[in-house]
Each structure stands twice: as structure tokens, then as C-alpha cells.
């Protein structure tokens, strides 16, 4: 029994040092985006706010299973991933200034995500380091 939630155990924190890697991905494309100029950053932002819906479902179908505290973070991760794509989608609307501020807005949603999901690794980490 003892063997079969180790590995339970390692397939969770597989999946999310999974997420994290897919949500820091995501943060530096949207950073390399921003710093470019004209109709790329469009397309690398559409392209953006697809990875973190994707992003959104994985965790979504990695909750279950998690501590309280991992779950939380999670959860505050889905609310950054949303607040991204929303802000994306108000990016690719919009030009001048108004383009420049959805585009920060994402760039500190993404990173708020990454940091969020951060978090829930270490949770997860924590909680199974007092179970040992």
C-alpha cells in the first residue's frame, strides 16, 4: 500500500512541477511578446491566451488529490490564468496605450499565475515531507 501512494504521490508532483514548467513557459512568451512590436505581438498573444486556457484545464484536472493548502494556490492560479486570457483577449481589441496597459496586465497575470502555482508546489512538497 505504502508503495502505491509513493507513486501516487510522485505522478502528483510530476504534474505539477509539470504545470509550473507549462506556467513559466507561458509568462516568457508573454514577456518575449510584449517586447516586440506591431502584429506579432497579436499573434503571440492569441497563441497566449490559448496555452493558458490549456494551462487553466490542467490544473483544473489536477486539483483533486491535492492538500488543502496546494489547492488554494491552485485556485488563485486558475482565477491569474483567467485574468490572463480575459486580459489577452482586451490586448488583441485594442491599440496605443490602451494595448500597452492589457499587455502589462497580462504580463503581471501570467507571472501572478506562475508564482501562485509556485506555491502549490511547495505546499505539496511541505505536506509530504511531514508524512515521511
Avoid: P, Y
Amino acid at each position: 500500500m505504502l508503495m502505491t501512494k509513493e507513486k501516487h504521490d510522485n505522478k502528483v508532483k510530476d504534474a505539477l512541477d509539470h504545470i509550473r514548467a507549462a506556467a513559466q513557459d507561458l509568462h516568457g512568451k508573454i514577456s518575449d511578446a510584449a517586447a516586440k512590436r506591431g502584429g506579432a505581438v497579436k499573434a503571440d498573444l492569441e497563441a497566449a491566451s490559448s496555452k493558458a486556457k490549456a494551462l487553466t484545464q490542467s490544473i483544473k484536472d489536477n486539483v483533486t488529490g491535492q492538500n488543502e493548502a496546494a489547492k488554494k494556490h491552485l485556485a488563485d492560479a486558475i482565477t491569474k490564468l483567467e485574468a490572463t486570457q480575459k486580459h489577452a483577449a482586451e490586448s488583441l481589441k485594442s491599440s496605443g496605450e490602451t494595448f500597452q496597459t492589457s499587455v502589462k496586465k497580462v504580463v503581471a497575470d501570467a507571472r501572478a499565475a506562475v508564482e501562485k502555482v509556485s506555491e502549490a508546489v511547495a505546499a505539496k512538497r511541505s505536506a509530504a515531507s511531514k508524512h515521511k
